[in-house]
T-cell receptor, first 114, second 111 residues
Framework: GAGVSQSPRYKVAKRGQDVALRCDPI?????LFWYQQALGQGPEFLTY????????KSGLPSDRFFAERPEGSVSTLKIQRTQQEDSAVYLC????????????FGPGTRLTVT | SQQGEEDPQALSIQEGENATMNCSYK?????LQWYRQNSGRGLVHLIL?????REKHSGRLRVTLDTSKKSSSLLITASRAADTASYFC???????????FGAGTRLTVKP
């Protein structure tokens, strides 16, 4: 079956622009996660959804970051007024049930803010 | 903030040799997972070990967990060039809803 997909794969934004990153999880997966991965580092947790409910957004670095999953499937991570420090790979993952289950990762969106 | 720390940061071995990577973490956990990431690709789940387990095997992979020392190790036996990747441990950090990843070990297997 299809895995987790993300779009776009690459995004270049000028500082101050808003961007929207999309994640299509594996069908039927309850949990969805967003991570930010800087070059040479491990993924840093951003936020977690159980179906359409955002249960944890403690990792979002500022109020410029916003995520939603309105119908409990596709999710969008939005970054407003992008800054250079937002440049990173944004990874989406889904798991069948909860956070303790195996997570299936998408290929990521590489965001470059110039 | 990252919960796990992998050691070493980088490891270079010859094909056929064994590779051992270690992970230390700070808080109590329910489970610990190891992931692999090839250059430019997403993470792939390798193995999950629960807090009440001490050792687990999957093919050429062997994972141990010592909750008293808050540490885990990943052993790859008979390494292949295709094993070249970054390896991350991730913990569920107890009651939190997130997985915390370490900075990873960069493994290079020379043919």
């Amino acid at each position: 079956g299809a895995g987790v997909s993300q779009s776009p794969r690459y995004k270049v934004a000028k500082r101050g622009q808003d961007v929207a990153l999309r994640c299509d999880p594996i069908s039927g997966h309850v949990s969805l996660f967003w991570y930010q991965q800087a070059l040479g580092q491990g993924p840093e947790f951003l936020t977690y959804f159980q179906n359409e409910a955002q249960l944890d957004k403690s990792g979002l670095p500022s109020d410029r970051f916003f995520a939603e999953r309105p119908e409990g499937s596709v999710s969008t991570l939005k970054i407003q007024r992008t800054q250079q420090e937002d440049s990173a790979v944004y990874l989406c993952a889904s798991s069948l049930l909860g956070p303790a289950d195996e997570q299936y990762f998408g290929p990521g969106t590489r965001l470059t803010v110039t | 903030s990252q919960q796990g720390e992998e050691d070493p940061q980088a490891l270079s071995i010859q094909e056929g040799e064994n590779a051992t990577m270690n992970c230390s973490y700070k808080t109590s956990i329910n489970n610990l997972q190891w992931y692999r990431q090839n250059s430019g690709r997403g993470l792939v789940h390798l193995i999950l070990i629960r807090s009440n387990e001490r050792e687990k095997h999957s093919g050429r992979l062997r994972v141990t967990l010592d909750t008293s020392k808050k540490s885990s190790s990943l052993l790859i036996t008979a390494s292949r060039a295709a094993d070249t990747a970054s390896y991350f441990c991730a913990t569920d950090a107890g009651n939190n809803n997130d997985m915390r990843f370490g900075a990873g070990t960069r493994l290079t297997v020379k043919p």
